[in-house]
């Protein structure tokens, strides 16, 4: 394949890829953008095209992940990144699946109690703001190693339109300019200069990234130690000392992704392959799918008081076995098999009454015997050949750490909030953490990212995924419902309002002015406590759906500059 074709100037002049359209079935279900063979779904245009023109080229789903996760970092610094991590969970045509972790590790001089302090409390915001808050990134490696295995079209290729939009500019959006607008005075707080986002940003300007996409060339000609040895990593590492954090050379050279099996459960007559840890969305959606899969959902109405009742149920148990029981898996040992076993979900949901909420403080893990064998963002992809990914990348925070390495032209992830600091103290999210998820070197911090693909008569169905800390899981989770149970096309499934309970606090979160009053009113006279006026957006799904005509509805969130494009 000639360079040309992947050059920014025809990427964006790309008129064979369809423009967002809606029609309707005879059902009058509203249907979402509609694509013949092949579709992007990610948190930008910009990035979706690029993934979109290398597939119509020739290129994999695979080789479409590569270009459109490189064009994230440069479009949506808020949660793209190099600088971070991520996981991807696949399909391949063939019906074989598997799952890459490419998630950030502690540095080797991390120590269990490094956000404590000499009376063992937490320090605040040092897990969350500053070099010290800062994992080893993996999202480079990640990538290579896709290429790897999967990669039909030269690396340098697929990183040229991440390259010419660094150099060209990014025109900022409304939302866009309103995050950093935001968040540009902890910029200013952590990194010790002027870094190019620290100013007053409108909707309509232009960013370029020149020093970004220097970091890129080094990649294109250097390969993985572009960025893990050499200039790159000098550049980083000397950065991130200044500030007083503790990565080192040593750290960038020692990392490795790791393939993962996924976990793979049984949903009625769905098969559902999602991210094994160190992410604890497989198992949670598991149980909570199992703890609700005899019951008659559909009939009890989408969004009704007893679907909420039940779903949340599920969930705080879910979450209640998550604080507990998971962690890294090459440092714990998790009785993944007795988890999402239906056996053992059903007896948790054994006190579950339709009467009233089941508190919170009466909830703790299950008991098992013996162990046998925010922000973020997501993207799908399904290929012409039948080829599915899903994908979710984070700095973990809004533009992570804040820091950023300005010579490298990218912000640096605050993964290490992800460990539990001190066990039985929340972390950003709320999420309460234990020993398993405690701070060793090298270790994987637990985390909620759940990218997964859905199966239904044994051909590809779906794949689905979503940023937003610990509503990702249960944002994921109701998408595939509204899918499934309550018979929603696909952008109808992302649209509908969501909720979330994740043990601690014992409260659900609802979604501003997406259920009425009378609703929530039942909820409190069974006993639980709503959040809605203060809540914040839960998830922002980027969904692709198979029709049973073989085309491909997209779901982009409306709560975001999403945006899905196919051919």
Not at 247 to 261: A, F, G, H, P, V
Not at 269 to 276: C, E, F, Q
Request: glycine share 8%.
């Amino acid at each position: 394949m000639k360079k040309l074709i992947l050059s920014l100037s025809i990427v964006f002049l790309f008129i064979q890829c369809k423009e967002n359209s809606t029609e309707k079935t005879p059902n009058n279900k509203n249907l979402g953008f509609l694509a013949d063979s092949a579709m992007v779904v990610s948190a930008r245009e910009e990035a979706s095209k690029i993934g979109a023109i290398i597939m119509q080229n020739g290129g994999n789903a695979f080789d479409a992940m590569i270009a459109t996760d490189l064009a994230l970092t440069v479009v949506y610094p808020f949660a793209g990144n190099i600088g971070g991590g991520g996981f991807m969970v696949y399909r391949t045509n063939d019906g074989k699946t598997g799952a890459l972790d490419y998630r950030e590790k502690a540095p080797l001089a991390a120590s269990k109690d490094m956000y404590l302090d000499e009376n063992g409390n937490i320090i605040e915001g040092k897990s969350t703001l500053g070099a010290m808050a800062v994992g080893v990134p993996g999202t480079i490696d990640g990538l290579f190693k896709v290429h790897e295995k999967f990669g039909t079209i030269p690396f340098s290729e697929l990183i040229q339109p991440a390259i010419d939009l660094a150099n060209k500019g990014v025109v900022v959006t409304k939302k866009q300019a309103e995050r950093l607008n935001k968040y540009r005075h902890f910029f200013t707080e952590v990194n010790n200069h002027q870094i190019v986002l620290d100013e007053e940003w409108k909707e309509g300007d232009t960013i370029k990234y020149p020093n970004l996409a220097k970091t890129f060339e080094r990649i294109k000609t250097q390969g993985r130690d572009g960025f893990y040895k050499g200039e790159t990593a000098e550049i980083l590492v000397n950065y991130v000392q200044k500030l007083g954090g503790i990565i080192t050379k040593e750290d960038l050279e020692n990392y490795k992704s790791q393939w993962r099996n996924p976990i793979v459960f049984t949903y009625k007559s769905l098969k559902i392959i999602s991210m094994s840890p160190p992410s604890s969305g497989g198992i949670c959606n598991a149980q909570i799918f199992k703890a609700i899969e005899s019951y008659d959902i559909a009939s009890l109405g989408h969004n009704s008081v007893e679907a909420i009742q039940l779903i949340t149920e599920a969930e705080r148990r879910a979450y209640a076995d998550r604080s507990y029981y998971l962690g890294d898996p090459d440092f714990v040992k998790i009785p993944i098999d007795t988890l999402i076993s239906s056996d053992y979900v059903q007896e948790r949901m054994k006190d579950f009454s339709w009467d009233k909420a089941t508190l919170s403080s009466s909830i703790s893990h299950g008991n098992i015997v013996g162990y046998e064998s925010d922000e973020t963002t997501h993207y799908s992809i399904v290929d012409s050949y039948g080829n599915a990914v899903s994908v979710t990348t984070t700095l973990n925070g809004a533009y992570g750490s804040k820091v950023y390495v300005s010579e490298g032209g990218f912000f640096l992830n605050n993964e290490m909030d992800d460990f539990s600091s001190k066990p039985g103290e929340p972390n950003m999210f709320g999420l309460i953490g234990a020993e398993a998820n405690s701070i060793q070197p090298e270790k994987r911090m637990l985390s909620s990212m759940t990218p997964t693909i859905v199966e239904k008569n044994n051909k590809l169905f779906m794949t689905v995924g979503s940023p937003g800390g610990s509503t990702i899981i249960t944002s994921v989770m109701q998408t595939i419902l509204n899918v499934y149970e309550f018979d929603l096309g696909m952008q109808e499934a992302v649209d509908a309002p969501r909720f979330h309970h994740q043990w601690l606090p014992d409260v659900v979160t609802f979604e501003p002015k997406g259920f009425d009053s009378i609703l929530v009113q039942k909820l409190q006279k069974k006993g639980y406590k709503i959040n809605q006026e203060n809540s914040r957006i839960l998830g922002k799904v980027d969904a692709i759906l198979v029709l049973p005509n073989g085309k491909l509805e997209g779901g982009a969130d409306y709560r975001g500059d999403d945006k899905a494009v196919g051919f």
